[in-house]
């Protein structure tokens, strides 16, 4: 994002990185930049290092194997002079290789407890997850669905687990019993979350409120409730995840985050942690605000 | 997007660098990335590339000033191989930087006649608003507004200002006279075409149809049509450009682009010319298509 101001000659660059050192560069390691809250927090990096000297170099994760592969070859010091990791989860196997990274490395929306020399920004998303399912049962609701991404993926993406983990947590604390048939997980995605959400909700007692993972898989709840001619909210209620511009659109009520900040955060630390190295790494927590709209309310029946 | 699959001792990158005399890094000027349909277009983008051996480095442009910057800065040997500029129309003044740069250049979405030694990308807009305007007028349509962008706008952007000359082409060829009113321009957004709709919504002889230069325009008609209680399409016919996800998820009529398609075949021709430079450039048209939905009939009145 290096926007060079000055009118005429410019020194040779790679002459210029050579003697300080320096690549000038920084990159960030994303999944499917194209998913709308990811997409929101790339906004947040590439907004906040266009003000800094630094070029933004993009690796798209779309192959579990290339995440192993991003993480060993690109936080060299010959490549670049930081990095960015946006919502991918080191394994246990991956953490040495960002432990012993020669360049520092600030984690944004995931985190890991053996990398604590790392700067981590995320949030808590068994909270989260606890929050939304709280106010549901506080609608009156004791029948509530789950509809998120496959626990064990390859990607090892966590957040849906996590908020699915606040949710049982918050059905145990109210006495409710975890049903298995209202909970689904699917690859990510619209559609597959709206056949889940068919599924669910042919069964002879269905759920009259369902949680999404993500507002993009709520919009697929919406679309079955739509084909199956129930009411939102008097007939299914219907929570999503993020606050990305669909949720806004469609009215749905959801949890927001935090998305722009956490990649403005992110860079913020890692400029601080180039321009003072000694800097101690800090492991940040940002708030999430439940936002009610239109397709949340107390069940009917 | 250089995914790096040795799994050992990788040579030193600015040494291999040198050597070669190559940066292997591709650089993308593109403006508000975060918009839907240029997501799309650099989605195109990001996944083509990936399969090479090239790094990509983004250049996000979201002030007039930064493109000349960029358009100076950027297309030079030391800093990258190539360049890849979407939707960035050069002015007169900036078109010598691009034509003499020292780096192969493509134009996605974008052309300019002054460029023709460019591989050059882009989609009729002219012809595209016109298909749009004959297919309401078709349906019976004679009040017709448009909604779109400030047609004399910083950033050169032209395709607003193309589609409504297509608009006013099929007006004229189907004798239905222009009316200012029902003419409107606004910075890029949803709200402010919202503004727009209602104001023309609000006229003492109302449109009965309203095209609007992109979808996320079009969802700001939409919002104000159902604030105003108007029925679409029985009181209001609404049609967009682009066919991002949202305009499937609303069932939204519109003008289908080959974004990711524009995206993928940029690349292709970069590095089909980096791989042979006498390649001769070429100057694609890509098609367009009209997707029929469901906000979109016959006038009621």
């Known amino acids: ?27 960030v390691i994303v999944p499917f930049f194209t998913t709308p809250s990811v997409t929101e927090r790339l906004n947040g990096v590439v907004s906040t ?33 930081g990095v960015l990791v946006i919502s991918i989860s080191p394994t246990d196997e991956e953490v040495p290789l960002l432990a012993e990274a020669s360049v520092p490395i600030v984690l944004i929306d995931t985190h890991h407890p053996a990398l604590s020399m790392l700067n981590q920004i995320f949030v808590d998303d068994v ?17 509530i669905g789950f509809i998120g991404d496959q626990a064990n993926n390859p990607f090892n993406f966590t957040s849906s687990r996590d908020r699915a983990l606040g949710y049982r947590q918050a059905l145990e604390a109210a006495g409710i019993p975890y049903r298995a048939e209202y909970y689904a997980e699917n690859p990510y995605g619209r559609r597959e979350a709206r056949e889940s959400a068919k599924r669910m909700l042919a069964l002879p007692e269905r759920p009259t409120a369902i949680f999404a993972a993500s507002d993009v898989q709520a919009v697929g709840v919406l679309e079955a409730a739509r084909e199956l001619g129930l009411r939102v909210p008097q007939d299914l209620s219907v929570v999503g995840y993020d606050d990305v511009e669909i949720a806004e659109i469609l009215g749905l009520t959801t949890m927001r985050q935090m998305l722009f900040e956490s990649g403005q955060r992110g860079v913020e630390l890692l400029l601080e942690t ?15 605000e439940l936002v009610v709209r239109e397709t949340t309310g107390p069940p009917s029946c």
């Open 49 to 81: 290092l266009a003000k800094s000297e630094y070029d933004l170099v993009i690796h798209n994760i779309e192959e579990p194997e290339q995440r192993a592969d991003c993480f060993r070859v690109i936080p060299r010091r010959d490549r670049v002079d």
């Open 1 to 27: 994002m290096q926007i060079v101001r000055e009118l005429d000659y410019t020194p040779n660059l790679v002459a210029q990185r050579l003697s300080t050192g320096k690549t000038l560069a920084i990159a």
């Open 274 to 288: 180039l321009e003072n190295p000694e800097t101690e790494p800090v492991y940040e927590v940002l708030p999430t």
């Open 127 to 143: 909270a989260g997850g606890r929050v939304v399912a709280e106010y549901l049962i506080g609608l009156g609701h004791t029948r």
